[in-house]
């Protein structure tokens, strides 16, 4: 079956360092691959979409990069501050017109210190 | 510009009883998505509306679970008699068109039902 993981421990890192997230997938070829910052009891907000055919984008201090053979996306904050701490998720999706179905892994807490 | 509105953000229901989720899109979406966030679970869908249709409902539980967006007034995701197990986040989501092209998708902040 279709499975994404992310790792579950919280990634602890000091103000001013490059977070790097990781997301695995397994048992799909996905079109697109999205990252989402979500905060406690808020819904998730849209950061960076990668397509199949592009390895690499960036957005300010944010890059996101996708491997399809090795099947895997690392996503980096440089320079963390702390209000970059939340959880993030990453999410896959078919390049089908007709469903909304984004598959989500289960995110990684990120907690920068001062 | 606002963005997707859900009411009520906070829900507590009795067994048995009946909820009832609301969202509004963003001003000139007409593409809706619904998803469920369980405790310690990911994000899972659940349907994809149009205006007056349901394009995928692969993710909705076969009973109780129902959702419509009409022509007129927002989407809703109604559970009934329900179950401690509904008890999660539910979060709507929606698109200036069909997702499947690489659109970004816009989530609302959620209605958490608590179920008692």
């Known amino acids: 079956s279709q499975k994404i993981e992310q790792n579950s421990e919280a990634l602890n890192i000091q103000e001013g360092k490059t977070a790097t997230l990781t997301c695995n997938y397994t048992?799909?070829?996905?079109?697109?691959l999205q990252w989402y910052r979500q905060d406690p009891g808020r819904g998730p907000v849209f950061l960076l979409l990668?397509?199949?055919?592009?390895k690499e984008k960036r957005k300010e201090r944010l890059k996101v990069t996708f491997d399809t053979t090795l099947k895997q996306s690392l996503f980096h904050i440089t320079a963390s501050q702390p209000a970059d701490s939340a959880t993030y998720l990453c999410?896959?999706?078919?390049?089908?017109?007709?469903?909304?179905?984004?598959?989500f892994g289960q995110g990684t807490t990120l907690q920068v210190k001062p | 510009n606002a963005g997707v509105m859900q009411n009520p953000r906070h829900l507590v229901r009795r067994r048995g009883q009946e909820a009832r989720l609301r969202c509004s899109p963003m001003?000139?979406?007409?593409?809706v998505y619904w998803y469920r966030q369980l405790p310690e679970e990911g994000l899972k869908f659940m349907v994809y509306?149009?205006?007056?249709?349901?394009?995928?409902e692969s993710g909705m539980p076969k009973e109780r679970f129902s959702a419509e967006f009409p022509k007129e007034g927002p989407s809703i995701l109604r559970i009934q008699q329900v179950v401690r197990g509904d008890s999660a986040a539910y979060f709507c989501?929606?698109?200036?068109?069909?997702f499947g092209f690489g659109n970004t998708i816009y989530f609302g902040e959620g209605s958490w039902l608590t179920v008692v």
């Open positions: 989501a929606s698109s200036l068109s069909g």
């Open positions: 048992n799909y070829s996905p079109a697109y």
């Open positions: 990668i397509r199949e055919n592009e």
């Open positions: 999410a896959l999706a078919s390049g089908s017109s007709n469903t909304g179905k984004l598959i």
């Open positions: 001003k000139g979406h007409s593409h």
């Open positions: 509306l149009q205006k007056e249709n349901i394009i995928d």
